[in-house]
């Protein structure tokens, strides 16, 4: 990285990992164990409780994909320390009520053995959690609904300050 943009992009990537983290734990904080907000969803309470427990499970796999790149590339530490911070709020969030349902991730991801490649790794893995969170939103309760677009839409900021440190 060249040296002008290594000193601005942790205060860019604390900023936006920050607001992000403040929106993951306002949103969860509506959230009930069931994830149900009343209203029409599609989901009911015992199909919001699997959805939730598998957006716990998704995010323990990122954060064992953000702990794998870290220890194969510890330079990275200062870029990806903030960023991982806030996948740990989005397993805590989503497992506030049900400890167990973050789980253990199955198994070490791969990564890329240069630097930029496993940025950019790690910012397709942001980008397709917060396409599937995306998608699976409609008939959601309406909690577990918010909750999930604040994570997809934190997941895509995360993906883009993920693209800008590979510059």
Do not use: F, K, W
Not at 40 to 56: D, F, K, M
Not at 119 to 136: I, P
């Amino acid at each position: 990285m060249p040296s002008g943009t290594s000193s601005r992009l942790p205060r860019r990537v604390l900023l936006a990992g920050g607001i992000a983290t403040g929106l993951t734990a306002a949103v969860s904080g509506c959230t009930g164990s069931d994830g149900g907000g009343g209203g029409g969803g599609a989901v009911g309470p015992a199909s919001a409780r699997g959805l939730r427990r598998r957006a716990a499970r998704d995010s323990n796999g990122l954060l064992a994909r953000y702990d794998a790149t870290t220890a194969a590339h510890p330079a990275l530490d200062g870029t990806l320390a903030p960023l991982r911070a806030v996948v740990a709020a989005h397993v805590t969030a989503l497992s506030a009520d049900d400890p167990a349902a973050a789980g253990v991730a199955d198994d070490t991801p791969e990564v890329p053995g240069d630097a930029a490649a496993a940025l950019s790794a790690l910012a397709d893995a942001e980008r397709s959690l917060a396409r599937e969170r995306t998608d699976a939103l409609p008939g959601l309760p309406p909690d577990l609904a918010r909750l999930l677009a604040s994570l997809a839409a934190s997941g895509s900021v995360q993906a883009h300050l993920l693209n800008e440190a590979r510059v």
